[in-house]
């Protein structure tokens, strides 16, 4: 794992600086004592490394010899285009930043991810070889728990938690757990053929979350934004459908081509009367119905 975190520090250096000189990467290396422990970096290690991140990752750490040898990343776009090495390198990226400032650590906050520390790593050797494995379950509206074998097609992380879509071999169904809920997690010697067909992206394409749902197709939908949280929708899209119709100042209006599910309408309901559903109908009245519910808690008060 120390060696990944030198490859993404040395990746990130780069990619802030836009171009810079070996001179000026051993100078930021030897800055970080917890990775470098406070030694420069030799043009050999450099080349070792450059090597090894083109082999991993395919990125091209190319120099630009007029103007004074000027390192630079030269497919950027293979990483901006590739959500997951995008999100690992970035992830990687924050983790050498904080570990140069531990000093502040008692000023730096981050929220907890339990069910990545003790079944994830097993969940993806598994996934590897396309082994089934066996888990022990106890879903949150369960009295016990239950063991059963599955087919792990694929992992998304969601709301600080890890969940895997597979197949469950007992019931021929695909569905989603959460990895905070496995009890035990066993690879067997049984392997499995994922479908060829199958895309992890395209599968979670229409959706908002984890929780899909097979009577619940994408649906136009129109919603409505009020002023403050106007800017938050256009900087961080609630989905990658999601596109701008209208906005006059006081409000403004956005489509979106996802399914209705549970996680979509608690994503609406967090913001409370930030956010109107304008159509269609059936969403304004299952809105309508929680919303009915939740004032009836607090109607006597």
């Not at 140069?100 to 598994?126: C, F, G, Y």
């Not at 379950?137 to 728990?145: D, G, I, L, P, V």
């Not at 597979?166 to 959460?178: E, F, L, M, S």
Request: proline content about 4%; glycine content about 4%; charged content about 25%.
């Amino acid at each position: 794992m120390i060696q990944l975190q030198k490859y993404t520090w040395l990746i990130d250096t780069i990619r802030r600086a836009g171009k810079i000189s070996l001179e000026e990467i051993s100078d930021c290396w030897e800055r970080n004592k917890d990775l470098s422990d406070y030694k420069p970096l030799s043009r050999a290690t450099f080349n070792r490394w450059k090597d090894a991140i083109f082999s991993q990752f395919g990125i091209i750490i190319s120099c630009q010899r007029a103007g004074g040898y000027l390192y630079y990343i030269e497919n950027p776009e293979d990483i901006d285009e590739d959500k997951l090495k995008k999100w690992m390198l970035d992830s990687f990226a924050v983790s050498n930043l904080i570990s140069e400032n531990l000093s502040l650590k008692d000023r730096i906050i981050v929220n907890q991810i339990p069910s990545a520390r003790e079944h994830l790593a097993t969940l993806l050797e598994a996934m590897k070889e396309n082994r089934v494995v066996s888990i022990t379950y106890c879903a949150f509206n369960k009295a016990k728990s239950y063991t059963f074998p599955i087919e792990p097609y694929c992992v998304k992380l969601f709301e600080n938690r890890w969940y895997v879509l597979a197949h469950n071999i007992t019931y021929n169904d695909i569905r989603i757990y959460g990895l905070d809920r496995i009890e035990k997690l066993t690879i067997t010697d049984e392997r499995f053929c994922l479908p060829k067909d199958f895309s992890a992206a395209e599968y979670f394409s229409s959706y908002y979350g984890v929780v899909t749902g097979y009577d619940l197709k994408p649906e136009q939908i129109v919603i409505r934004a009020y002023r403050d949280h106007i800017p938050y929708l256009q900087s961080l899209p609630l989905h990658h459908s999601q596109r701008l119709l209208e906005d006059n100042g006081e409000y403004a209006d956005f489509e979106l081509s996802v399914a209705p599910t549970y996680d979509f309408v608690m994503r609406l309901l967090h913001v409370g009367a930030m956010i109107e559903v304008i159509s269609p109908t059936s969403l304004r009245k299952t809105m309508k119905g929680w919303i009915s519910d939740m004032y009836n808690l607090y109607k006597n008060d």
